[in-house]
């Protein structure tokens, strides 16, 4: 590893505040300022909160801009296998050279005062897409939204917000209507919002925001509506109704994902094309995704594995919901969590579809919960559950007993990433 390399810079920006998360926007702003604001240099800013389906909306959003020619920043967390996957550069990772430069520019420019590692990475990411050409900015909210690092762009084209459950509640609030109220602190006076299906708590709190700022909202199930029709993809909102093919990415939830993504691409003015690559071309990895041609296939040759990062209740529920619609097969969990998430939340909706669990610890993660933990979780919602000391074992131990079975890796990101890293 060279001496400036990323990763080498990015642990250094580990040390810049004690605590990982803190949420205000004044280090942000003076930062930003001492840049010579980047943030109002960018290209038309799309904006997107929400507790899940953020990711999976931005990249059908992105699919189908770049269907069209249209070249995109985009802006997503957290990584999976390497850090600049949150960082697209017109359409691009975020090549090395550029990554070390842009992170030695802000880490001079913060000089000693504090920031925390969201906020100088974003900072870097607005000074990357300042600089590149574009036609849009994408910006996907890191945590909550109105005091999130992404929330410094004083006018985007559109904001949006996906679906709201409970997460991080110790951060956003302890009820819907709190953690809505962070959510909602994306909108801004006169911007249209395209709204996800919401809880009623949840909605009210959208619409009151929307109302003392005059953002014009388009509320899933009001103005919109989206649903698989004979294996089409239907999408009908005030302009009209508009048939697609179903969804790329799997799951049933990813019909109000890709319902957003087309209503918001409509407000765009993009292309019929545009809307169809929409669905049928994004790809989100670890969400629901297939692995094929990983190494781990060779430990279990006959099972069926698939990947994905959800943590939450929500998650646990969307997860099941895409179970349930697979061909009938016996199915088994590896699962790591990190100890701040609602363990038995998530589990509780997938209990009913797995024939057993085997739970593991995160590798190199601090904030993982224990093999333990998670097995006596998981044996508390009435599933039959065993520990492997990680995710190798615990495949190994499923595929002897049940060599044909569907794998289901699941828990955390965090988790995922490293299954990623390892093909």
Request: aromatic content about 4%; proline content about 6%.
């Amino acid at each position: 590893m060279s001496a400036r390399s990323s990763d080498l810079l990015l642990e250094r920006m580990m040390t810049l505040h004690p605590k990982i998360i803190d949420l205000t926007l004044d280090r942000m702003h003076r930062l930003l300022a001492a840049l010579r604001h980047p943030e109002r240099q960018l290209p038309p800013v799309i904006h997107i909160a929400g507790t899940n389906g953020k990711g999976s909306t931005l990249a059908m959003i992105r699919a189908g801009l770049e269907a069209q020619g249209d070249r995109c920043h985009a802006y997503t967390s957290p990584h999976l296998a390497r850090f600049h996957e949150r960082i697209r550069v017109a359409g691009d990772l975020i090549s090395e050279s550029e990554l070390i430069d842009v992170l030695d520019e802000c880490l001079a420019a913060n000089g000693p005062d504090a920031i925390t590692y969201f906020e100088i990475t974003t900072v870097a990411a607005l000074v990357a897409f300042a600089r590149a050409q574009a036609d849009w900015c994408l910006l996907e909210v890191g945590l909550g939204g109105r005091l999130d690092a992404t929330n410094v762009v004083e006018d985007p084209k559109l904001t949006l917000i996906t679906p709201i459950s409970f997460d991080h509640e110790q951060y956003l609030g302890d009820s819907l209507a709190k953690i809505a109220g962070e959510k909602a602190g994306i909108l801004k006076r006169g911007v249209p919002c395209v709204v996800g299906r919401q809880p009623e708590d949840a909605l009210e709190v959208i619409e009151a925001r929307a109302a003392r700022l005059g953002a014009p909202l388009l509320i899933h199930g009001q103005h919109w509506h989206a649903a698989e029709e004979r294996g089409r993809l239907i999408v009908q909102d005030e302009t009209g109704l508009v048939d697609l093919p179903l969804p790329a990415l799997p799951g049933p939830h990813q019909i109000d994902n890709a319902g957003a993504a087309v209503v918001a691409l409509r407000q765009l003015g993009a292309t019929p094309e545009a809307l169809d690559a929409a669905t049928s071309q994004a790809e989100w990895p670890a969400r629901m995704q297939r692995l094929r041609d990983h190494p781990l296939q060779a430990v279990a040759p006959e099972a069926e594995l698939w990947l994905d990062g959800g943590h939450n209740p929500a998650a646990g529920r969307a997860i099941a919901d895409t179970l349930a619609g697979l061909p009938p097969r016996e199915t088994y969990l590896i699962c790591g969590m990190l100890n701040t998430k609602d363990v038995g939340g998530y589990l509780r909706p997938l209990a009913p579809h797995a024939a057993g669990l085997v739970a593991v610890s995160i590798p190199e993660t601090e904030a993982t919960l224990s093999a333990a933990e998670t097995a006596q979780q998981a044996a508390q919602v009435g599933m039959h559950a065993q520990t492997a000391g990680d995710y190798q074992d615990a495949l190994r131990e499923i595929a002897a007993k049940a060599p044909g079975a569907r794998v289901l890796i699941c828990g955390s990101l965090y988790l995922a990433g490293a299954v990623l890293r390892a093909g």
